[in-house]
């Protein structure tokens, strides 16, 4: 059989790392790779299957492992995953991985083209799914972005509360202050803004799930004085702001729309305005995500390189006032997703099907090895027209830090002795329902 064959001498030119071994359709074993690193079997279904992934294709991978027609026979997804994007980092810039990198990123460009109308859809594809995936593996704030580490060993709630508490101090927001949030999710930053740092909000989604769910938060919070989420798109507002925040958004705005993007920030901002803008990036040249990721995962999104985000800043007259590069960070929250994943997988399953969740899980894990052993970070970009619209040294951020860090822990201890109070009074009416029934 000329598939297996040729699939064999695919794998052979790729893999650089790990113990690797397949078995074919016919269970014949073919040892691929011995190096240093965790040991997997893999076993191919068929011969047509054999034939697709040697053409080599993220999309064709994928595919398999979701349909049920490539098997980890031993070791784990993750171990296959880790061996995949370490041999990728191994490989470096043979004429081959150029030729691959010229032809698809010219194939896919035109995804890229992102009109409003466009945009909609692909976060619909996305971000409009159950609201009951997203609280199966998310923190109690639903933040769907990269969480913040300080000593590294934080639970996924309290990383991610750490995390809003840094971008917060980055804007140095004053109490009044105008704050526009743009691609404001389910509303968590926006709320954490309002109620720790006194100031108004106006958040902007194109979601229609995290618009329903963050008009609704505002609601219970009692914040409709100060806090507002709208369906809408970013490109349509004309106010001006004293701040603009926007985390991982700026991944679903395209390569061709950087200069409109940072042209609405310019003109959305008060002369003395501040944005923080909170984006995975490439540390390295850029290009497409992979074809199995566009298709399944996140249509049209596309990773910008430093480089790419610079000159488009240059070019509207902003400042680039400060760049933090949270190198490690997305890969330690993506791990914590995929516990939380993997704990309630199997009412996930029930809520979609299997093929839902395998999906899911080489979504979280292959990202996780990228941000582990590939070019991806996350950059945070703080932003201003004027050269003097922020202290000049970043003395104020850790300051700011502190102050709200005394806030967290007030609200923390009033939310735990509310909780238990509720516990109590629900304990005490449990008793009371039992003594009536007793006495009955």
Known sequence: MVAPVLLETVMRGYFRYGKVTLIDARGARHPICNFDGPTVILRVSDALTAAKLALATSRHWGEAYMDGRL???????????????????????GWLSECQRLIYGLTAAARHYNPAARARKNVAHHYDLSAELYDSFLDADRQYSCAYFVNGDEDIDTAQLLKKRHIAAKLDIKPGMKI??????????????????????????????????SNRRVREAGLEDRVHFELRDYRDLHDGYDRIVSVGMLEHVGQFHYGEYFNSLRALLKTDGVALVHSIARNNRPRPINSWMNRYVFPGAYLPSASQLSRAIEKNGLWLADLENLRIHYAQTLQLWYQRFQKNRESIAQLYDERFCRMWEMYLLGC?????????????????????????????????????????????????RDQASLEKQQCGRAMEEVDRKFRA
């Open 71 to 93: 098997l980890i026979e031993q070791g784990s997804l993750s171990d296959f995953l880790e061996i995949h994007s370490k041999s990728k980092q191994l490989q470096g810039r």
């Open 180 to 213: 526009l949030d743009i691609g404001s999710g389910w509303g968590g930053m926006g709320l954490y803004l309002a109620r720790h740092l006194n100031c108004e909000v106006h958040g902007v989604t194109l979601s229609e799930e995290q618009h329903k769910i």
């Open 368 to 416: 996780e090895m990228v941000f582990r052993y590939e070019d991806i970070s996350v950059f945070q970009l703080q932003i201003c027209r004027d050269i003097n619209a922020l202290p000049i040294t970043r003395d104020y951020i850790s300051n700011a830090e502190r102050r709200l860090a005394s806030i967290d822990s007030a609200s923390i201890t009033r939310i735990r």
